[in-house]
């Protein structure tokens, strides 16, 4: 089955330490994308990526930084600069940058003590 | 720029009531309209989507008609079940070639009561 997997579901953490969220997906989309959401707010962009190598900040990049090496593969680590990391971390896919509909993650959520 | 408004929940239901969850958007240009569902513990799923004006999406007996004169995307159930309790997502997207973002309301939690 086609799908985006995210690894772990339940992360924990010591505050100053950095921490990387897997993203993998086989739907061969060319597009992914990184999104935070907290209680009581919208989804919000983190990062973004169209193709292989390459990738664009999204509306609140600060502390956070990705890579996009293979074109399944889209992590993210969350490092000590991130002043407010505990956080449901989702991260989705889409055909192109212009496809009509994202494919989400089930999401990790991250607990920094 | 680029907004999503939703209706503030939580909003509690009882089974087989009529639902509503109200959205109304502001965006330069011409966006593509969708509503994504988020059950407990899990991800967004795609629930429907309008692409133009007067476009109705639909799907599980959701629907919602993309009004460009009200900029509105109104969700609407005609009669809910248990099943249908999760958070409810309007999201708006503008084609602005390199800069294809969704923009998210903040989400509405909907508990159906039996």
């Known amino acids: 089955d086609g799908g985006i997997t995210q690894s772990p579901k339940y992360l924990f953490r010591k505050e100053g330490q950095n921490v990387t969220l897997s993203c993998e997906q086989n739907l061969n989309h060319d597009a992914m994308y990184w999104y935070r959401q907290d209680p009581g707010q919208g989804l919000r962009l983190i990062y973004y990526s169209q193709i292989v190598n390459d990738f664009q900040k999204g509306d609140i990049a600060e502390g956070y930084s990705v890579s996009r090496e293979k074109k399944e593969s889209f992590p993210l680590t969350v490092t000590s600069a991130q002043k407010n990391p505990t956080a449901f971390y989702l991260c989705?896919?889409?055909?192109?940058?212009?496809?009509?509909?994202?494919?989400f993650g089930p999401g990790t959520r991250l607990t920094v003590l | 720029g680029n907004s999503v408004t939703q209706m503030e929940g939580p909003v509690t239901l009882s089974e087989e009531a009529f639902l509503t969850i109200n959205c109304t958007y502001t965006?330069?240009?011409?966006?593509?309209l969708f509503w994504y569902v988020q059950y407990p513990g899990e991800g967004l799923q795609l629930l429907l989507k309008a692409t133009k004006a007067d476009d109705k999406g639909s799907n599980k007996g959701f629907e919602a008609t993309y009004r460009k004169e009200t900029t509105s995307f109104h969700l609407e159930k005609g009669s809910v079940q248990v099943s249908d309790s999760a958070v409810y997502f309007c999201?708006?997207?503008?084609?602005?070639?390199?800069?294809?973002?969704?923009?998210f309301g903040t989400g509405t939690r909907l508990t159906i009561i039996p």
């Open positions: 999201a708006l997207k503008v084609s602005n070639f390199g800069n294809e973002k969704l923009t």
């Open positions: 965006a330069t240009g011409y966006p593509s």
């Open positions: 989705a896919s889409s055909v192109g940058l212009a496809g009509n509909e994202q494919f």
